[in-house]
C-alpha cells in the first residue's frame, strides 16, 4: 500500500482527530487549568504576563499586589520612578530592563489607547514587551479575541505529539488553530502547559505516567 502524503486531506482528517482526542482527554485530566497569574483587570494580567519573562509565575504573583496599590492602573505606572518600580521589582531579577518595559508599555497605552489596554493582537504587539505570546494570554483570558498561546511548553509538546511539524511559534499557533475548535484554543495551552511541567517533562517525560501516551506518537528532537 502505498503511503499517505503528509498533505493528503486523509492525514489531516486523522491528525485533527487524534488531536480532539488529546485535548479531551487533558480537558478531563486538568479540569482546573487556568492561567497561574493573578489577575484583576487586562491591564494587571498585560502587566504579570511581561514580568513572568524569565521567572515563574508564582514569584509574579508575590510581586503583583504592592504593585496594584502603588500603581494601579497605566497612568500611574507611566509617570512610576525607575528607582520607585526597581525596587518593586527586584525579587523578579531583570529588574531595570522590566521596569523599563512596564513603563514604556503603559506609557504607550495612555498615549495610544486612552488608558485602556488594546483589543487587537496588531495593536497589541506593537507596545513595548509585547510579543505575540503575550497578546495571546491577554486576547484569551480577557477578550473574545483568542489564539493559542505558544510558550516553550506548548511548543515543545506539539512537536512531540505530532501536532505541527514546525518550529516556528506562529506556525504551530496556525496549525494548532487549525486541529482544534476555536472554544478550546485558550484552554488547550493551559492543559499543555500544564501537562509539560508535570508530566511530559523536557529532560524526563514520563510516558509510562501519560494520559495521552495511546494518541502521542513520540516525536524525537531532530
Same mark, same amino acid.
Given at each position: 500500500?502505498?503511503?499517505?502524503?503528509?498533505?493528503?486531506?486523509?492525514?489531516?482528517?486523522?491528525?485533527? %482527530? *487524534?488531536?480532539?482526542?488529546?485535548?479531551?482527554? $487533558?480537558? =478531563?485530566? +486538568? /479540569? !482546573?487549568?487556568?492561567?497561574?497569574?493573578?489577575?484583576?483587570?487586562?491591564?494587571?494580567?498585560?502587566?504579570?504576563?511581561?514580568?513572568?519573562?524569565?521567572?515563574?509565575? %508564582? *514569584?509574579?504573583?508575590?510581586?503583583?499586589?504592592? $504593585?496594584? =496599590?502603588? +500603581? /494601579? !492602573?497605566?497612568?500611574?505606572?507611566?509617570?512610576?520612578?525607575?528607582?520607585?518600580?526597581?525596587?518593586?521589582?527586584?525579587?523578579?531579577?531583570?529588574?531595570?530592563?522590566? %521596569?523599563?518595559?512596564?513603563?514604556?508599555?503603559?506609557?504607550?497605552?495612555?498615549?495610544?489607547?486612552?488608558?485602556?489596554?488594546?483589543?487587537?493582537?496588531?495593536?497589541?504587539?506593537?507596545?513595548?514587551?509585547?510579543?505575540?505570546?503575550?497578546?495571546?494570554?491577554?486576547?484569551?483570558?480577557?477578550?473574545?479575541?483568542?489564539?493559542?498561546?505558544?510558550?516553550?511548553?506548548?511548543?515543545?509538546?506539539?512537536?512531540?505529539?505530532?501536532?505541527?511539524?514546525?518550529?516556528?511559534?506562529?506556525?504551530?499557533?496556525?496549525?494548532?488553530?487549525?486541529?482544534?475548535?476555536?472554544?478550546?484554543?485558550?484552554?488547550?495551552?493551559?492543559?499543555?502547559?500544564?501537562?509539560?511541567?508535570?508530566?511530559?517533562?523536557?529532560?524526563?517525560?514520563?510516558?509510562?505516567?501519560?494520559?495521552?501516551?495511546?494518541?502521542?506518537?513520540?516525536?524525537?528532537?531532530?
Amino acid at each position: 500500500m502505498r503511503a499517505v502524503s503528509p498533505d493528503h486531506p486523509d492525514h489531516f482528517r486523522e491528525k485533527r %482527530a *487524534r488531536a480532539l482526542r488529546i485535548s479531551r482527554t $487533558l480537558a =478531563a485530566t +486538568y /479540569p !482546573d487549568a487556568r492561567c497561574g497569574l493573578d489577575f484583576e483587570n487586562p491591564f494587571e494580567l498585560l502587566t504579570a504576563v511581561i514580568l513572568s519573562a524569565q521567572t515563574t509565575d %508564582a *514569584r509574579v504573583n508575590q510581586v503583583m499586589p504592592g $504593585l496594584r =496599590a502603588r +500603581y /494601579p !492602573d497605566s497612568a500611574s505606572l507611566a509617570a512610576a520612578s525607575p528607582e520607585s518600580l526597581e525596587k518593586l521589582l527586584r525579587p523578579l531579577g531583570f529588574f531595570r530592563s522590566k %521596569a523599563k518595559a512596564l513603563r514604556e508599555m503603559a506609557a504607550a497605552i495612555v498615549e495610544r489607547h486612552g488608558g485602556q489596554v488594546p483589543q487587537e493582537m496588531e495593536a497589541l504587539t506593537a507596545l513595548h514587551g509585547v510579543g505575540r505570546k503575550t497578546a495571546n494570554v491577554v486576547l484569551g483570558e480577557c477578550f473574545t479575541t483568542v489564539g493559542v498561546t505558544v510558550d516553550t511548553h506548548v511548543k515543545r509538546l506539539a512537536w512531540r505529539m505530532g501536532l505541527t511539524a514546525s518550529r516556528d511559534p506562529l506556525q504551530i499557533e496556525r496549525d494548532l488553530m487549525q486541529l482544534l475548535p476555536r472554544e478550546e484554543w485558550t484552554p488547550f495551552a493551559h492543559r499543555i502547559i500544564r501537562h509539560g511541567r508535570q508530566v511530559c517533562r523536557a529532560r524526563k517525560p514520563q510516558c509510562d505516567q501519560c494520559v495521552v501516551r495511546g494518541d502521542c506518537p513520540r516525536v524525537s528532537d531532530p
